[in-house]
């Protein structure tokens, strides 16, 4: 059994996630569909899946896009745990019936977020201190899809994060960056235009360090899930 890691591009990687999962015992495994399409996903042999981000846009009309749509209605019809950060949430949101869109702004650099009154009773959420500071690079936003739960927001972009049913989770800010992968994102000539819209230079490590905490507590209740075990709350 694996977590499949659904990749867009190679510098959009797990970064802090994968530590977390080698540290509960669990294998992973990165399915790039961008560069084979057709490839076999088995989802059978699958403890959980992971849709990471990416400099497109999920309205873009690429195939291998329309296929992970796909797996992710196939995966929760399963029961599966699914976590998606930022074009993956927005993967996510749109798979279950909600419509993605341009944000007022674009949200680029350290940014604090604020947790909901049901993030108080959330399985990944409970417990954490807040408001945090995190870090984000998206563009667009979405709506709430039918029967999810707002965990998260900021003062840019109402939702930060949610949860639909019991274990699929999408999260719009990045957790699992290092200032490493901060860097190689800002030297990415795919990223150059939304840099050039910034009154602000970006500091890599500026947050990191609480970021490592809260992304440790939250992905490890996530690989819980994975992992079929009860969540341990363990609070940065």
Same mark, same amino acid.
């Given at each position: 059994? %694996? ?45 959980? @899946? ?56 674009? +949200? ?19 417990? @954490? ?10 563009? +667009? ?13 900021? +003062? ?67 690989? %819980? ?12």
């Amino acid at each position: 059994m %694996s977590v499949l890691v659904f990749r867009h591009v190679p510098y959009e990687h797990l970064g802090l996630i994968a530590s977390v999962l080698e540290a509960a015992g669990l294998k992973y495994k990165y399915v790039d569909l961008p560069l084979d399409v057709d490839r076999r996903v088995d989802l059978e042999s699958a403890s959980g @899946l992971v849709f990471m981000g990416g400099p497109m846009s999920v309205n873009d009309d690429l195939p291998y896009l329309r296929r992970e749509i796909e797996i992710i209605r196939e995966a929760a019809g399963n029961g599966l745990p699914i976590l998606g950060v930022c074009l993956g949430a927005q993967l996510i949101a749109k798979a279950f019936g909600a419509s993605v869109y341009r944000n007022e702004v674009k +949200e680029i650099g350290w940014y604090p977020i604020y947790w909901t009154g049901e993030a108080a009773h959330d399985g990944l959420f409970a417990g @954490l201190p807040g408001p945090a500071t995190v870090f984000h690079w998206h563009g +667009e936003t979405f709506d709430l899809p039918p029967g999810a739960v707002r965990l998260s927001y900021s +003062e840019a972009c109402r939702i930060q994060a949610f949860r639909f049913g019991g274990n699929i989770y999408g999260l719009q800010f990045h957790l699992e960056v290092t200032p490493a992968m901060i860097g190689a994102w800002l030297a990415e000539d795919a990223n150059a235009a939304d840099l050039r819209e910034l009154d602000h230079p970006v500091d890599p490590d500026a947050g990191c360090q609480e970021l490592a905490r809260l992304g440790a507590a939250v992905f490890g209740r996530w690989a %819980s899930l994975a992992g079929g075990q009860p969540s341990e709350l363990g609070i940065p």
